[in-house]
């Protein structure tokens, strides 16, 4: 577990110790299943009873990010919540309005991630575009013997600091419990082929121990300091 945490510190842009990692919550915002249709100004009254909510997660610390993926069919939004553990992190989400309905379903993930480069952004709905991704493991990633994971993790590690570098890799953790997802990326910018070629070139995706999977992600302008 520990090397598995180690491949993901970010901070990549300084070549000098970097702050520790944080355990935060990830929360992916599901279509829930069979959800009761809804629709005009009941949709609508519902719609901004959400982003009140979540807009008080924020002004209150409790959500370091926020936002919706537009291009991800059930994966809806992405907050990174600093809950003590999971079972807060769910208590908060169950007051939201949308939750409470059953029109978005939470899953809720343990994160380790560095939080220095998360800025207080000037307003909520204020939105900027950047891309969201997960690194996950393909279903027949084949094995190594030690020695080699080893070999892979350390040009892994090396490879998250130049695409922090030259292709405006932001932050990166990984996860726990969330399956084949095994950790996030998060870019400055939205071009996703852009980010499949930077991320083909991850020594852990050579060896076919991890595939990138980007989204369109939106979130308040100035969370990750001026362009």
Not at 31 to 44: C, R, W, Y
Not at 136 to 161: C, F, S, T, V, W
Request: aromatic letters at 8%.
């Amino acid at each position: 577990m520990l090397a598995t945490l180690l491949g993901f510190v970010i901070g990549l842009q300084q070549q000098q110790p970097q702050p520790p990692l944080e355990n935060l919550q990830l929360v992916m915002l599901m279509t829930a299943k069979e959800a009761p249709k809804v629709e005009g100004s009941a949709l609508q009254r519902m719609q901004g009873e959400h982003l009140k909510y979540l807009e008080s997660l924020w002004a209150e610390g409790k959500a370091l990010l926020v936002g919706p993926i537009t291009d991800g069919k059930d994966l809806r939004g992405i907050l990174i919540l600093k809950a003590k553990d999971k079972d807060e992190a769910k208590s908060w989400m169950d007051k939201d309005p949308f939750v409470r309905s059953g029109q978005l379903s939470p899953a809720v993930y343990d994160l380790w991630m560095q939080t220095y480069m998360i800025k207080k952004a000037p307003k909520f709905l204020d939105l900027d575009t950047f891309a969201f991704a997960f690194y996950r493991r393909p279903e027949n990633a084949p094995d190594y013997d030690e020695a080699k994971l080893q070999e892979i993790q350390k040009g892994h590690m090396a490879h998250l600091g130049k695409m922090a570098k030259d292709n405006g890799l932001l932050a990166a953790g990984p996860l726990g419990g969330a399956g084949a997802r095994r950790g996030i990326l998060i870019f400055r910018k939205a071009d996703k082929d852009a980010i499949r070629k930077a991320c083909s070139e991850d020594p852990a995706v050579k060896a076919g121990r991890l595939e990138v999977e980007p989204y369109t992600w939106l979130t308040s302008k100035g969370t990750f300091g001026d362009k």
